[in-house]
């Protein structure tokens, strides 16, 4: 084995074991800012995206799902508190999370799911739990408390709509990984190099 292959293995191997849960030894405690791992999510979200755009029936939901508003104000995102953008992002990654464990609830109830689109679905689920895990390693969780002199009223609830099928489910996936999460990591880790 060369000197190479090893970080590599290190690395393969914290991503295979992050979804389960485990404690993975060597692993760098701030995988997440290595940029490689987030754009892995991302690509991996728009080949589901990519996918699902030519199925029509198949695709669609027997009920709408809610998913977080993607869109990004850089000014107000700038001018955010760490603690709101925290928030936004957890916030957003579960109601993400569980739109897409709704959609393969939804997908498995359906006629005849396609494997291939069953595939995407996992491994979005699987993905998602991944991302959650590397979040609560770079402590967005504990960023995401409001302080206790915050009022209730200055936290503006998360913006949201609701998505019909599978594609419109991914594509509002692979947007937040590539907009808001992507933001939040970029100066999560940038506050964690100072």
């Given at each position: ?56 029936e ?47 609830a ?44 915050a ?26 990984l ?17």
């Amino acid at each position: 084995m060369g000197a190479r292959e090893c970080p590599a293995r290190l690395l393969l191997l914290s991503l295979l074991l992050l979804p389960l849960g485990l404690p993975v030894l060597g692993a760098p405690p701030r995988l997440i800012c290595d940029s490689r791992v987030l754009e892995r999510y991302i690509l991996e979200a728009k080949e589901g995206e990519n996918a699902t755009m030519g199925c029509a029936e198949s695709c669609s939901f027997s009920e709408n799902i809610t998913v977080p508003d993607t869109k990004v104000n850089f000014y107000a995102w700038k001018r955010m508190e760490v603690q709101q953008q925290a928030m936004e992002v957890w916030q957003g990654l579960a109601l993400l999370s569980e739109a897409i464990l709704q959609g393969q609830a939804l997908l498995a109830n359906s006629s005849q799911p396609s494997e291939s689109l069953q595939l995407h679905v996992d491994k979005a689920v699987s993905g998602l739990r991944s991302l959650t895990s590397l979040l609560r390693a770079l402590g967005a969780q504990k960023e995401a408390i409001p302080l206790p002199d915050a009022s209730p009223s200055s936290a503006t609830p998360l913006r949201t709509f609701a998505v019909d099928t599978l594609c419109k489910l991914f594509r509002n996936y692979s947007n937040f990984l590539r907009g808001k999460l992507t933001l939040y990591t970029g100066e999560a880790c940038r506050r964690g190099d100072r």
